[in-house]
């Protein structure tokens, strides 16, 4: 619910939640790839999933 992205600078910041809002940063160089994914059930309505691929980083050093 109350899903969005919005670029700023060389970045995508992904929001989504209802009650209690989540927030995803991702730079625009770690992205690999976009799918876009449809089912027969969403696509009369226009809906579609939309996948990332991005290069993943690590928390912890070494």
Known sequence: ANF????RDEELFITRG???KK??????????????GENLIRQPFGY???Y???AGGSIEKG
């Not at 969005?4 to 670029?7: A, D, P, Q, S, Y």
């Open 4 to 7: 969005t992205v919005v670029k």
């Open 18 to 20: 209802l009650i209690e």
């Open 23 to 36: 927030q995803t940063t991702i730079p625009l160089t770690r992205i690999q790839a976009i799918r876009i």
């Open 48 to 50: 579609a999933t939309v």
């Open 52 to 54: 990332i691929e991005s």
